[in-house]
């Protein structure tokens, strides 16, 4: 059972007796058969079967990188929860500090005093952004912050386990969500929207509700990009049947819509990467999670918040408080098993949106809705295409439905530079093969939209004369 790679692995029976399991099947066992390497170790297929030199490695990677495309003219077409965003220089030179780069969670308050202030103005700005009094810092990404609300939900309800979410939510993010909530017995259930708006349909959410609800979550913009027109709606719903309103947000939209306080929100939850975060082929990004003031919610927060204090001198300082970890002193008792933050991404997304302010944040957010809405325009003048297919008010994203495959058309694109959405075919029970969500920011320029749109009419009429 020797393998040179794997430290250890000589000793392999000795560890088994001192631990009392009988055969390595025996450890793994929670790992599905299928999930399982078969093989002789010997056989596995990584490396390249011998030690490589230095220069090796180098032409080796040099390799595997000169195969990979990099779409920046045109930027991406795509949105659904990472979005091509102009991303400030200054804000790359913030996150490369060492101070900032090298440190972790910070379990020493007496030497972390910069780290922490940058994270107690992280939540400060992003409470001033949501209208939410309580932020934390932070989470991974925007589907565990998700996931996270809906376990707090389950414990701070009223012993209903019932959890309402919307048809069009992202699949992503859905999925995770069932993960986290399956272990606790919690039903999931979807509410529908009108397939000619994208709202939500009230009368559905109302008798979806009656027997009671743990959380009835909202996205805002929703994951195909429509404006939820009367989220206050909804908000009332969940409280009047004992639920939670949990409200998920993009948080340039934010800055011109009405934030998740304003709309009577419990929870809020999101993706920062918008803020001033690349793209970073696919992370690490930044999950957002506030609450109102209710210390029912607050005390049910998971992970950490960091808070302002005076020292025994009275010189202000920052301390962690409510640490909710497993980590912590609350063992067994913790609110959620999250063994780190996101701490940079959370500095990041403090530095661009102190830089940029409310009124360069709402510019953002009109540049993005200017584009996103020519770039539909245009869409609508090719031949059989639906742009947009909801008839509601959107921001960056937005569905469109193709007279043709989708996916054909997006392999077609990407011959052609252009990176074009998502398909949507197997997302939705209502999706067809043609249905496809894009994303226009303010990283696209006009000439990015009218090539995009030019190629996708000329792939549109290729396939359909197939």
């Known amino acids: 059972m020797y393998h040179p790679w794997i430290p250890n692995s000589s000793r392999i029976s000795e560890m088994l007796r001192e631990t009392g399991y009988s055969s390595i099947e025996e450890l793994y066992s929670d790992i599905p058969a299928g999930a399982r390497f078969k093989g002789d170790w010997d056989s596995l297929p990584i490396g390249a079967g011998r030690p490589l030199s230095e220069a090796e490695v180098a032409l080796v990677m040099e390799d595997k990188l000169s195969r990979v495309r990099v779409y920046r003219d045109p930027p991406p077409f795509m949105g659904g929860g990472a979005w091509p965003r102009l991303v400030p220089a200054v804000i790359e030179e913030v996150v490369r500090r060492g101070e900032f780069l090298t440190a972790y969670t910070p379990y020493q308050a007496e030497i972390n005093q910069g780290l922490m202030q940058a994270l107690f103005e992280y939540q400060s700005l992003m409470a001033e952004l949501l209208e939410m009094e309580v932020v934390n810092s932070s989470m991974y990404d925007w589907s565990t912050a998700l996931a996270e609300a809906m376990l707090m939900a389950l414990r701070v309800s009223r012993g209903s386990k019932r959890v309402l979410l919307p048809e069009t939510m ?11 909530l399956s272990p606790h017995g919690a039903q999931i259930l979807e509410y529908p929207v009108d397939m000619e708006t994208g709202q939500p349909v009230m009368e559905a959410v109302e008798d979806l509700s009656r027997s009671g609800l743990a959380a009835l979550y909202a996205e805002q913009p929703s994951f195909t990009g429509v404006v939820v027109e009367d989220l206050e709606a909804l908000g009332e719903i969940a409280h009047r049947h004992g639920g939670l309103f949990v409200v998920g947000v993009e948080p340039i939209s934010a800055s011109v819509l009405k934030p998740p306080g304003r709309v009577g929100a419990d929870v809020a939850v999101g993706e920062g990467q918008p803020l001033g975060i690349g793209l970073n082929y696919g992370g690490p990004y930044l999950g957002i999670f506030a609450v109102r003031w209710d210390l029912r919610l607050v005390r049910q927060m998971p992970g950490r918040i960091i808070g302002l204090t005076r020292d025994s001198e009275g010189r202000r300082a920052y301390a962690m408080i409510l640490q909710t970890r497993e980590q912590h002193i609350r063992r067994e008792r913790a609110t959620s098993n999250i063994t780190t933050n996101e701490a940079l991404m959370a500095i990041a997304a403090a530095a661009y949106m102190a830089l940029l302010g409310g009124e360069g944040l709402r510019r953002v957010a009109e540049v993005s809705w200017y584009n996103s809405h020519y770039a539909a325009k245009r869409l609508s003048e090719v031949p059989g295409v639906r742009s947009p297919l909801f008839a509601s008010e959107f921001i960056s994203d937005f569905t469109v439905r193709l007279p043709v495959g989708a996916r054909r058309v997006r392999e077609m694109l990407r011959d052609r530079g252009v990176l074009f959405g998502i398909p949507l075919e197997d997302s939705f029970k209502w999706s067809t093969r043609g249905d ?7 990283a696209h320029s006009k000439r990015h939209i009218d090539y995009m749109v030019e190629q996708v009419s000329e792939v ?5 004369g197939v």
Do not use: D, F
């Not at 992202?170 to 986290?180: A, S």
């Not at 549109?460 to 359909?464: D, L, N, T």
């Open 460 to 464: 549109i009429g290729e396939v359909g």
């Open 436 to 442: 496809v969500l894009l994303a226009v920011t303010e």
């Open 170 to 180: 992202n699949p992503l993010h859905r999925r995770v969500v069932e993960t986290y």
